[in-house]
Nanobody
């Protein structure tokens, strides 16, 4: 079993920066891709960013490209989402997830373990 715990959410103003962290514990053996998803009020969950196991391949949604950066520290079993120039439309609960395999994947069904989420609210 794998546990994922997100942290770093909160209330920020438009234009601010915030860094989310996702700490992975439990069964740490294995190499898995990881991702950040978000779900805004009244919206479906969407993929924000994803990375493969070694960190050489990444994906960003068009809405966050150039503003968000996903990174991972496998030695600390942690992934980060650096969010810059936040906008009110970034308001959402942010979830991290770990995939079943090591390769980059964009499909939610390929992610086996999910965190509980951390709320990010961006005021205008």
């Amino acid at each position: 079993q794998v546990q994922l715990v997100e942290s770093g959410g909160g209330l920020v103003q438009a234009g601010d920066s915030r860094r989310l962290s996702c700490a992975r514990s439990g069964r740490t053996v294995g190499s898995n891709a990881m991702a950040w998803f978000r779900q805004g009020p009244g919206k479906e969950r969407e993929l924000v960013a994803a990375v493969n196991w070694v960190g050489t391949s990444t994906y960003y949604a068009d809405s966050v490209k150039g503003r968000f950066t996903l990174s991972r520290d496998n030695g600390k079993n942690t992934v980060y989402l650096q969010m810059n120039n936040l906008k009110p439309e970034d308001t959402a609960v942010y979830f991290c997830a770990t995939a079943r395999e090591y390769g980059l994947t964009l499909f939610p069904g390929d992610y086996k373990y999910w965190g509980q989420g951390t709320q990010v609210t961006v005021s205008s």
